[in-house]
Nanobody
Framework: QVQLVESGGGLVQAGGSLRLSCAAS????????MGWFRQAPGKERECVAA????????DYADSVKGRFTISRDNAKNTVYLQMNSLKPEDTAFYYC??????????????????WGQGTQVTVSS
């Protein structure tokens, strides 16, 4: 069993930055794809960034490209989401997820095996 624990959410003004962390425990995730999802009230959950733990290949949703960066720290078994130039429309509940299946094409998560409990990010205008 894998436990994912997010931290780093909070309230920030538009144009500011936040870094989310997702600490994984329970097993090594070297064969997994890790991702960050978000869900705003009244909207569908979307994957904003994904990274293949082995090799570090990444992909991003168009809405965050150039502003968000996903990375991982092997020694700490932790995945990060650095969020810069935040906008009010980035306000959402952010979740970390892990999937053991790989897919052709862009790095992505389709059917997570594990979810974190989430953390709120609020961007004020």
């Amino acid at each position: 069993q894998v436990q994912l624990v997010e931290s780093g959410g909070g309230l920030v003004q538009a144009g500011g930055s936040l870094r989310l962390s997702c600490a994984a425990s329970g097993r090594t995730l070297s064969s997994y794809i890790m991702g960050w999802f978000r869900q705003a009230p009244g909207k569908e959950r979307e994957c904003v960034a994904a990274i293949r733990w082995s090799g570090g290949y990444t992909d991003y949703a168009d809405s965050v490209k150039g502003r968000f960066t996903i990375s991982r720290d092997n020694a700490k078994n932790t995945v990060y989401l650095q969020m810069n130039s935040l906008k009010p429309e980035d306000t959402a509940f952010y979740y970390c997820a892990a999937e053991s299946r790989y897919y052709s094409g862009p790095v992505r998560i389709v059917d997570p095996d594990y979810w974190g409990q989430g953390t709120q990010v609020t961007v004020s205008s």
